[in-house]
C-alpha cells in the first residue's frame, strides 16, 4: 500500500488536511492520519496539494491531417502529459468519409493501446452522416464511448445543419454529448479566397479569415439546432467574447450549454501573428488568438463560473518543416499548437497563485468538470475511497519557466516560452503507478483505455 501524508486533499468542494492511500489502482482510505505499516511506501506531501489527476478532454495525438501527422504520438503525448499532472487524455476518432466509426474507433485504439503514460478514451468525430453511420452509434456505447464531436468547418469534416440535427437526435436516447467546432466554413473559405486574391499570405491573414462573427455565428445557429432537438450541447475551444455572448443567450433562454476554453485563449493574443519573419505561424490555430479585450471576457468567464472545461486542444506541429509549409500561403499552415504538458501550471500561475481563482476551482474546471461530463465520474475526477488512484501532488513552492528545450512534448517550440511560472506536479500516479517525478518522467506506460 502507498500512503501519502500530510498533504491538503482538494475537491471542487474545498480544501481537506487528510492522508491519502492507495492499494494497486484504487484509493483504499483517506483519513485525518493513516498510519503506515511494514511493506507500506510512504510518500511526503507536506506543504502540497493532492489533487485527483488532471483530464484533459481535448487532444489531437498521432493525428494525419492529410498533408501532415502531428508531431506527438501517444506515447510522447502521454509522458509530456504525465510530467505536467495530467492523467486522463480525450483524444479523437475520427470517421473518414466513406468509412464506418467502428473503423476509426479501431485505428485509434492501435495508435494508443500500450504505448500511452496516462489513461485515454475517444470522443468519436462524426463526418459522414447517414443510416449506416446512425445504426453504429449504438455499437459505439457499447464500446465505451459515450461523447462524440461534429465539425461546422473544414470541408472534409463539417456536416451541415439538418446532418446536425439528427445527430442530436439520434444521440439523445444513448445520453451521448455532442462537442462541435462551432466555425462558419463557409464563410472561412469565402474569407481565405479574398484574402489570397488581395495577396495576403501570410500568418496575419490568419485570423482575418477567421474573425469572431463566424464563431459566433456558428454558435448560434447550433444553439438553435440544439433547441430543436431538445438536447445540451458542448462548444469547444471557445475563443471570443462574441461568442461567450451566444452561449449566454442560449442558457438565459434555458438552454444547457457547456463551454469548454483553453490556454491559448486565456494567455496568448493576436498580437503574436505581428511578430518579424514567419514566427506568427507557431500561433496558427483555429479558432485564431483573439484580441486582449477577448482574452479579458474570456477570463473574466472562467472566475464568474461559465466556463465549464479547461483543455488544451494540443494538436502539435513542429515550425521547421511542418508549418513553414504554409510560408508562401497562410492555408497550408498546419493549424495546431502544443500545450498537453502545461495546461496544469499555466492555469495554477495565472489564475490560483494570483489570487483570482482557488485549488478548488482548478479542481472544478481540470478534473471533476470534465469527469462528469464525459462519463469517467464517479471513477475519476476525485480523491475518494474506489476512485481510481489518479493522482497528482501539487508543489506550489517551486518557481520555472516554460522552454522548447525543457520540454517533453515531441516538437520544436511551445508557444509559451519564457512564460515564469509558479508550482508543479512533484508526484504522477496513473493507475497507482507513479509515472512522473518533479516534471520528469518514470517511463512507466500506465495508461489505459478509459471506458465509459
Not at 2 to 22: M, P, Q, R
Not at 194 to 213: F, I, M, Q, T, Y
Not at 409 to 437: K, M
Request: include cysteine.
Amino acid at each position: 500500500m502507498t500512503i501519502i501524508k500530510n498533504g491538503t486533499v482538494v475537491s471542487a468542494e474545498g480544501l481537506t488536511k487528510a492522508d491519502v492511500a492507495f492499494e494497486n489502482d484504487v484509493i483504499t482510505l483517506v483519513a485525518p492520519a493513516i498510519e503506515a505499516g511494514a511493506g507500506d511506501h510512504v510518500i511526503d506531501a507536506e506543504g502540497c496539494l493532492i489533487f485527483p489527476g488532471f483530464i484533459d478532454g481535448h487532444t489531437h495525438l498521432d493525428m494525419d491531417s492529410g498533408t501532415s501527422v502531428t508531431a506527438d504520438d501517444f506515447a510522447s503525448g502521454t509522458t509530456a502529459a504525465v510530467c505536467g499532472g495530467t492523467t486522463t487524455i480525450v483524444d479523437f476518432a475520427t470517421q473518414d468519409k466513406g468509412n464506418t466509426l467502428m473503423h476509426a474507433l479501431e485505428s485509434g485504439h492501435k495508435k494508443a493501446d500500450g504505448k500511452s503514460a496516462a489513461n485515454y478514451a475517444f470522443h468519436m468525430a462524426i463526418t459522414d452522416w447517414n443510416d449506416e453511420t446512425k445504426a453504429e452509434l449504438p455499437l459505439m456505447k457499447e464500446a465505451g464511448v459515450t461523447s462524440f464531436k461534429a465539425y461546422y468547418a473544414y470541408d472534409a469534416l463539417r456536416v451541415d445543419d439538418g446532418e446536425m440535427l439528427q445527430i442530436l437526435r439520434a444521440l439523445k436516447p444513448l445520453g451521448g454529448v455532442l462537442g462541435v467546432h462551432c466555425e462558419n466554413g463557409t464563410l472561412v473559405n469565402a474569407l481565405q479566397a479574398e484574402l489570397k486574391a488581395a495577396g495576403k499570405l501570410s500568418p496575419a491573414a490568419h485570423p482575418a479569415s477567421r474573425p469572431p462573427v463566424v464563431e459566433a455565428e456558428a454558435i448560434r445557429r447550433l444553439c438553435a439546432v440544439a433547441k430543436l432537438a431538445d438536447m445540451p450541447v458542448h462548444i469547444v475551444h471557445l475563443s471570443s467574447e462574441e461568442g461567450l455572448s451566444e452561449v449566454r443567450r442560449a442558457r438565459q433562454d434555458g438552454q444547457k450549454i457547456w463551454a469548454e476554453t483553453c490556454p491559448q485563449y486565456l494567455l496568448l493574443d493576436d498580437s503574436r501573428y505581428e511578430l518579424e519573419g514567419f514566427e506568427g505561424a507557431k500561433y496558427v490555430i483555429s479558432p485564431p488568438l483573439r484580441s486582449k479585450m477577448d482574452q479579458l471576457a474570456l477570463r473574466k468567464a472562467v472566475i464568474n463560473d461559465e466556463i465549464d472545461t479547461i483543455s488544451t486542444d494540443h494538436c502539435s506541429y513542429n515550425f521547421e518543416g511542418q508549418k513553414t509549409m504554409g510560408i508562401n500561403d497562410f492555408t497550408k499552415i498546419p493549424n495546431g499548437a502544443p500545450g498537453i504538458e502545461h495546461r496544469p501550471v499555466l492555469f495554477y500561475t495565472s489564475f490560483v497563485a494570483s489570487g483570482e481563482q482557488t485549488p478548488s476551482d482548478m479542481c472544478r474546471l481540470l478534473s471533476e468538470n470534465p469527469s462528469k461530463l464525459f462519463g469517467m465520474w464517479p471513477r475519476k475526477g476525485q480523491i475518494a475511497v474506489g476512485a481510481d488512484a489518479d493522482i497528482t501532488i501539487w508543489d506550489p513552492s517551486t518557481k520555472g519557466v516554460i522552454t522548447a528545450a525543457a520540454q517533453h512534448q515531441a516538437v520544436d517550440y511551445t508557444p509559451f516560452e519564457g512564460f515564469e511560472t509558479v508550482g508543479c506536479a512533484r508526484y504522477v500516479f496513473v493507475n497507482g503507478l507513479l509515472t512522473a517525478t518533479d516534471g520528469m518522467p518514470t517511463e512507466v506506460m500506465a495508461g489505459q483505455y478509459v471506458r465509459r
